[in-house]
């Protein structure tokens, strides 16, 4: 079967460094997405990694590890707002995301 | 509009109605699907569209419906509401299907009882 694993929740402490582990075993790879979702809000796009190694994009990175089956979302100098679930995606051989049911990142002060 | 729109924002039905979900994008994306998320689990593929006229079965299809008679138009159809569909429903977009981002409407959220 396919299974993408986060988890649950994390907590970390304002203008700290968290990082979020996703392990998967999907049936193909066609990359990997992290999207943000504050709660009862839409899930919006963070990154896509489809080679191995890190993408920085400002506070985020996303790191990638095709052979180890596993990525992590690197979020700097933490801030209030970015409490808010974390979901790593894995698009399948089918070209379907499969989705990790997500990390709950509390941040406080 | 600007993105993709859903209606209605939260709806509460009686199990055996028929309740159709509404979904319209204005950024002339080829692919649209429909996700249900569940607390405790990951966003879960209902259907699909490929490109306007043609739709697909996801990983949960069993007692919804869809149609894609146009590109901007995607709507899902609950034919005989059961409490077990009381969920939360995104649609999303991606120019083309595969590894294009998807965008996400705001959702809806549907109680079942």
């Known amino acids: 079967g396919q299974n993408i694993d986060q988890p649950t929740e994390m907590t970390a402490t304002e203008g700290a460094i968290v990082q979020i582990n996703c392990t998967y075993q999907?049936?193909?790879?066609?990359?990997l997405f992290w999207y943000q979702q504050h709660a009862g809000e839409a899930p919006t796009f963070l990154s896509y990694?489809?080679l191995d190694g890190l993408e920085e994009k400002g506070r985020f990175s996303s790191f990638l590890s095709r052979s180890k089956g596993y990525s992590y979302l690197l979020l700097k100098e933490l801030q209030m707002k970015d409490s808010a679930s974390y979901l790593c995606a894995v698009l399948d051989s089918n070209y379907q995301l499969i989705w990790g049911a997500g990390t709950k990142l509390i941040i406080k002060p | 509009i600007a993105g993709i729109t859903q209606a209605p924002t939260s709806q509460i039905l009686a199990a055996g109605r028929r309740m159709t979900l509404r979904c319209t994008q204005d950024?002339?994306?080829?692919?649209m699907y429909w996700y249900r998320q569940d607390l405790g689990l990951g966003l879960r593929l209902i259907h699909y569209s490929n490109t306007a006229g043609t739709t697909g079965k996801g990983e949960v299809p069993d007692g919804y419906s869809v149609s894609r008679a146009n590109t901007d138009d995607f709507p899902l159809t609950l034919a005989s509401a059961v409490p077990s569909q009381t969920s939360v429903y995104f649609c999303?977009?991606?120019?083309?299907?595969?590894?294009?981002?998807?965008?996400f409407g705001p959702g809806t959220r549907l109680t079942v009882l």
């Open positions: 999907t049936s193909g790879f066609n990359g």
């Open positions: 990694n489809v």
């Open positions: 999303a977009s991606s120019g083309l299907a595969g590894t294009d981002t998807q965008y």
């Open positions: 950024m002339r994306h080829n692919a």
